[in-house]
């Protein structure tokens, strides 16, 4: 019988290693895989010249559906995710309206979810001072785990978690078996800094990036440990910006005091401060981009295997709300899904270093059912890439909503020649294919009996 695809003569990339396979597929799923496959196909795909990716798990989107979809929806944010070669998005409580911290909230961002989806996708659910008492719906509603802040939001209705409602959060979250996330600054330190700066009519971009020290991401990263190793909680600490964090992260758990993974973001591998001076609030973010040594530092950590996933955290708004006189008031937040594959590839991170923290770890960390890596009887999600093109981003090749993208106009090498989600293929030469395919995953249920 006739396999439904076989992709023949690609450089299949694990995170094992990089070598000349013959991928087949059948029912959506890899089926075999040989240095030659033998026998006919529904579909044959010449990936001669061309790496075969898994696709990216990008574990950290914004795309805001329902309520704020002026500034990203589901449509576009998941066909920005496709066209950069990723096959499944897990969206972030806000900034949605409603943000996601009731099971009617889960509902409404589920229904926004559905039959619009471009990549399969999986939900986070939040934590916030208003909404303990609605952990274990959520989770029985198939959240992955629990989003917190430690500095503000810079949304209204998703507070920020005092260190009594974080602890508190995580005990909850341990007994249910999910990792809580958190964003690590220290608010004290960011808001007395930022309110001074501002007060003292100072609101550049400098002094933005002033206000928000490593120190502030150092102190907050080690307060999360402590609790996460005092309830018991598998911890993960989302857009760390500086190797000082990862080294908090990797010696927690090299000395067996914490279940703790650390995710990376490519902006701060790629970009600067100074970066931020140039382009303005299209690179603003929190945790600010950081000085040209602290970048490459942390691009040394991510070769050395040191971080365990990457994300793009793209968190769109209208451009106007990226105008602003004083740069404290601008909008922060990167456009960033459809770069994170091409970005990592030109900063030269080992290829298996790339399969296994943007697949391979995601997948093992939020238990996301058939994705992760390229392997047999695991979802066929695979991106077709052409190494040996480098171009600069233009703005129109951008499939998200607002275009406003600090990757724009920046030499990106490799080309997405091709995304399939479960062997079909979804986007193709600079073209969507199909109509959305995302299905919903959630983690399957863990026995927390006598816990």
Not at 51 to 67: K, Q, R, S, Y
Not at 115 to 137: C, K, M, S
Not at 269 to 295: I, N, Q, V, Y
Request: proline share 6%; hydrophobic share 40%; glycine share 12%.
């Amino acid at each position: 019988m006739a396999r439904d695809c076989i992709i023949r003569g690609g450089m299949v990339v694990r995170s094992s290693g990089v070598a000349r396979l013959d991928v087949a597929i059948e029912d959506g799923r890899v089926s075999a895989l040989a240095p030659e496959i033998g026998g006919g196909a529904r579909e044959t795909i010449d990936a001669t010249g061309l790496h075969v990716f898994p696709g990216v798990l990008d574990a950290h989107v914004h795309f805001n559906d329902p309520g704020r979809d002026a500034w990203e929806g589901v449509p576009t944010g998941s066909a920005a995710l496709v066209a950069g070669g990723g096959t499944c998005f897990i969206d972030m409580p806000l900034n949605s309206s409603p943000p996601t911290l009731t099971a009617a909230s889960f509902d409404r961002k589920l229904e926004a979810c559905q039959g619009r989806a471009r990549a399969d996708f999986a939900l986070w659910g939040g934590l916030t001072p208003d909404n303990l008492g609605d952990l274990e719906a959520l989770a029985e509603r198939g959240v992955v785990g629990f989003k917190a802040f430690m500095s503000g939001s810079g949304i209204d209705d998703f507070r920020r978690c005092d260190d009594e409602t974080l602890f508190r959060g995580m005990q909850i979250a341990a007994r249910l078996g999910l990792p809580v996330a958190v964003h690590a600054e220290n608010d004290g330190m960011t808001s007395v800094l930022a309110a001074a700066a501002r007060g003292a009519g100072r609101t550049s971009v400098r002094d933005y990036l002033e206000s928000r020290p490593i120190s502030a991401e150092a102190e907050a990263i080690s307060r999360a440990l402590a609790f996460a190793e005092e309830t018991g909680c598998a911890l993960h600490v989302v857009h760390t910006s500086s190797a000082r964090g990862v080294g908090l992260i990797r010696r927690a758990v090299e000395e067996g005091r914490s279940d703790a993974t650390c995710e990376v973001c490519p902006h701060y591998l790629f970009f600067t401060g100074d970066d931020m001076e140039r382009l303005g609030a299209r690179a603003k973010c929190a945790p600010p981009l950081r000085s040209e040594s602290e970048r490459a530092a942390l691009v040394r950590e991510v070769a050395a295997g040191r971080v365990d996933t990457i994300g793009s955290d793209h968190s769109p708004s209208p451009p106007s709300m990226k105008q602003a006189g004083d740069f404290f008031g601008a909008w922060g937040g990167v456009s960033g899904a459809q770069a994170t594959l091409r970005a990592l590839i030109t900063l030269g991170i080992p290829l298996e270093q790339i399969a296994s923290r943007v697949s391979d770890n995601v997948s093992r960390r939020f238990r996301l059912p058939g994705k992760g890596g390229i392997r047999v009887d695991g979802d066929a999600d695979l991106a077709l890439v052409d190494l040996s093109s480098r171009a600069p981003v233009a703005e129109g090749e951008l499939l998200d909503r607002h275009h406003l993208s600090p990757y724009v106009g920046q030499p990106l090498a490799g080309s997405i020649r091709r995304t399939l989600l479960r062997g079909a293929t979804v986007f193709r030469d600079g073209t969507l294919v199909g109509p959305p395919l995302g299905r919903f995953l959630r983690p399957p249920p863990i026995d927390t009996a006598g816990s």
